[in-house]
């Protein structure tokens, strides 16, 4: 028995002795946490004071789509505050095809050209960042974590700021906003619109002429046949992989099958198509179609506040969701004005300027910074913002599809041009 005691009696000493190990270790490791967190944010804060020194008076080159006034607008209010604050001037080179500018930095790099190139910051995603990153045309990974803002975003709860078309950014370029395909029609005329592939496809056939898209290779043009793509492929998981030549073609099928059917009842019978979605928008508003599309879910209800659309005008998405995706900045890695860049860009994702952008009267482009992240003050004001009568609500955007692997634009582009618009 004395033994049985003593063996018991030993081993509460050494539980006791490990609970207390445990009890005492714990804010000693605790506090070496945050000793270091304190560290890199003292790094941070030591090498970003460098970054504002060299970019003071320096001036960017800012390619970006100049297509929007309201987001014209907007990057002319965020280069004037930069300016203010920091003394560097932002040109906006507004342009109409990004491709054109990634071709014009590989260009300098396979002529020699390794600094002071054109282009100081890229506004893309998709294929082009893929593009980028093949040719070792970008800025160094994970840059975007030495920004000071960077801290207000959640990569772990949203891994999609770190993939771009389900390519790992490896942090060579910022999240800037997100995007989802949506559509938006008159309610005054159209009370059930068509909310799927099929749907759509019966409507077209339906309502001869009422039906359009912009032209690939415009950006939701091109967007709005992979939702297609997505929603009649069989294997949506294919889509994820590379585009093989031989082996992925027929999958295509479905989606040559449907713009067959319904082509010769589009607007002008398919001849023609509107350049981009703010063409769309003018159609839907002259009542020469009834369905608009774009990419910024607060574009219906901008055009409404701005008086080029109906105040009946509503939005929706299909009843399995719509193509959604992140939009980035990116430096490029000739760029001899990469501080002043990344002065701009921590400006352009800070809440001040996220929460102007998100506002439905100035751009409406949701925000990417997590709202567990920021003070107080700041999420109680993304709370409080109002959104448009046309625009959903976060609820309604919940199903979201997933942007096919990059291989697969360049194949859809190119098809429909030589099957549906090489006479165009």
């Not at 033994?3 to 509460?12: D, H, T, V």
């Not at 004037?80 to 095809?97: A, F, L």
């Not at 479905?254 to 067959?260: E, F």
């Not at 697969?408 to 549906?420: A, L, P, Q, R, T």
Request: glycine share 4%; proline share 5%; aromatic share 12%.
């Amino acid at each position: 028995m004395k033994n049985i005691k003593s063996k018991r009696n030993s081993y509460k000493l050494f539980f006791n002795f490990f609970f207390l190990i445990f009890i005492y270790c714990n804010p000693i490791f605790a506090l070496e946490n945050e000793s270091q967190s304190i560290e890199n944010n003292i790094k941070i804060n030591d090498n970003w004071k460098i970054i504002l020194n060299k970019a003071s008076g320096k001036t960017i080159f800012f390619h970006a789509w100049g297509g929007g006034k309201n987001i014209n607008s907007y990057i002319k209010w965020a280069s004037k505050e930069v300016m203010q604050r920091y003394n560097i001037k932002v040109n906006h080179v507004k342009i109409s095809d990004t491709s054109n500018v990634v071709a014009r930095i590989l260009s300098e790099k396979t002529a020699g050209k390794h600094k002071n190139g054109a282009v100081d910051l890229i506004w893309i995603n998709g294929e082009n960042f893929s593009f980028m990153q093949k040719h070792k045309l970008l800025f160094k990974d994970n840059w975007i974590m030495n920004l000071p803002e960077t801290n207000n975003m959640d990569f772990i709860s949203n891994p999609s700021l770190l993939n771009d078309f389900g390519i790992p950014t490896n942090g060579m370029e910022m999240p800037w906003g997100v995007s989802q395909l949506n559509f938006y029609y008159d309610s005054k005329y159209l009370k059930y619109p068509p909310k799927s592939a099929i749907e759509l496809k019966k409507y077209i056939i339906n309502n001869k002429g009422r039906f359009t898209f912009p032209q690939p290779p415009d950006f939701v043009g091109t967007s709005f046949l992979k939702q297609v793509l997505i929603e009649l492929i069989e294997d949506k998981s294919v889509l994820k992989s590379t585009y093989v030549k031989g082996r992925h073609e027929d999958l295509l099928t479905p989606l040559w099958t449907w713009l067959n059917d319904v082509t010769p009842f589009l607007w002008r019978k398919g001849i023609n198509y509107p350049t981009n979605y703010m063409s769309l928008t003018q159609l839907v508003a002259d009542r020469e179609i009834d369905i608009g599309m774009a990419f910024n879910i607060a574009h219906a209800s901008n055009a409404i506040s701005e008086g080029r659309l109906p105040k009946t005008i509503r939005g929706y998405i299909h009843k399995k969701g719509t193509l959604a995706n992140v939009h980035f900045l990116s430096i490029p890695y000739n760029s001899s004005k990469k501080a002043a860049s990344q002065v701009f860009i921590n400006f352009l994702i800070s809440p001040e300027a996220q929460i102007k952008k998100q506002n439905k009267d100035i751009w409406g482009d949701p925000s990417v910074l997590s709202m567990n992240k920021m003070l107080p003050e700041w999420k109680n004001k993304f709370k409080n913002l109002s959104k448009g009568i046309a625009t959903l609500s976060n609820e309604e955007l919940q199903l979201k599809l997933e942007e096919p692997h990059p291989s697969w634009v360049k194949v859809i582009e190119s098809k429909w041009i030589e099957k549906f618009g090489s006479s165009k």
